[in-house]
C-alpha cells in the first residue's frame, strides 16, 4: 500500500491510498485519480484509527510540490484537504526549520464529534515524508495523471 506519514515531536499522521480509480487511462475532477484510503492520526493521548477518507493523487501531486517549496526555503504554510473536507492538515513553517502541524478531522460530516490536533515537527522529520511523497507522484504521475506522458 503506497502512503505518506507526517511526523512530528508529539504525533503523527499516516494517510494510506488503499484503492485506485481509474488509474491509469481515467482522472479525477480533483486531478490525478480518485483515491479511497484511510487516516491514522495520533496526537498527544488522541488518535484516529483507520478512517475512510477520498481524495485523489493530484491532491497529494499538488501537496508535494507546496511542501518541497517551504522544505527548501524555510518558510511557508501547505494545506492538506480530502475531497469531502473532513480531513484538513495545515504545516506552517518557520526559518528555524520548525513546524506547526494543526488540523482536524470529522470522520461524518454531519455530528459534531470533531478531533483537532496541533503538534510541532521540524525539518528532518521531513526527508522520509517527501521521499514517500515523490514515490507516489512518480507512479501515479501529476494533476493529468501518467497517460499525459504516453
Known sequence: ????????KQGFIRIGLNEIYGFPNETSYLG?????????????SYFVKNAEIWFSTGQVYEFFTQLQKCYNNLKGF??????ENNL?????FNKFGQI??????QEVAHHENILQFEFESEQSYFVSTLHQL???VDQYGDLKGIKSGL
Open 1 to 8: 500500500m503506497n502512503e505518506f506519514i507526517i511526523k512530528g
Open 32 to 44: 490525478g485519480y480518485d483515491v479511497k484510503g484511510i487516516v491514522e492520526i495520533k496526537s498527544g
Open 78 to 83: 501547505v494545506t492538506f484537504s480530502e475531497s
Open 88 to 92: 484538513k492538515i495545515n504545516l506552517s
Open 100 to 105: 506547526n502541524i494543526q488540523g482536524y478531522f
Open 134 to 136: 515523490k514515490d507516489i
